[in-house]
């Protein structure tokens, strides 16, 4: 019988497709306290960025800024985070969180303690703005 | 009188100077709980990454992943985190954290709950070790 590795990030989308190519795919998270939270999957099961080649590195970062970019277009946020943590699922992945000055942990990380309920900030339209954005800015 | 801005990573090194260029430069942050936690700061007060040149934004993530494969090589952890976040700071710095699986917060973002005391795992030497191999994997 083979054994089995599970992770999460082989076996789901992880989100919302917005965008992929052969090597990264890019997904809208379903997160009630911040809309327009995307993250940046690599498709194979890499752990760390420097077990990447330089290319594969060029490209995974190119597709993180396209979305940061893409982001403060449709999103107009007041700061991005960025953060490949991977504790959990050890397979490449970047968060690229859009933060509001009163979003519920501002000026804390999304994974540290509430600050408050927080409001999220909606631009009209925002999921079709925001998947217009991150494709006008990726290739194909 | 003129106004001043303060931002503290326009105004301190932020840390113990491991290397630096004209652009930007890595430092020793005092954690702890975290040993070998690292910092990469761009010299000028820039917000987001987007907000660099292309060629600004390469050679700073050069610098970051040649941080990680030096915390890698001299620490030996169990897990690399990166983050650019700055809500509070908001002058481009990364975080290069070396994890443990026995850490204070591990699973968690060093953010996040503590889940123990945690007990910092220091390679002998380690911070001669780790000053020379950020030194070995950057010019100059």
Redesign the interface.
């Known amino acids: 019988m083979k054994s089995k590795t599970v992770c999460e990030l082989c076996d789901q989308v992880g989100g919302t497709l917005l965008w992929q190519d052969a090597s990264c795919r890019v997904v809208l998270v379903e997160d009630a306290d911040y809309p327009g939270f995307c993250r940046v999957i690599w498709k194979k099961h890499v ?4 077990d990447l080649s330089a290319d594969d ?2 490209h995974l ?1 190119a597709t993180v ?1 396209a979305v ?2 893409a982001i ?1 277009e449709a999103m107009r946020p007041d ?10 699922t ?1 397979h490449l992945h970047w968060h690229v969180i859009p ?1 509001h000055a009163h979003d519920k942990h ?4 999304v ?2 303690a509430a600050q408050r309920e927080g409001a999220p900030i909606l631009p009209p339209g925002w999921q079709v703005g925001l998947k217009e954005c991150v494709r006008s800015r990726l290739p194909g």
């Open positions: 752990k760390e960025m420097t590195r060029a970062m800024f940061e970019a403060r700061k991005i985070n960025l953060a490949s943590l991977g504790n959990l050890p933060r501002f000026p804390q990380p994974w540290g």
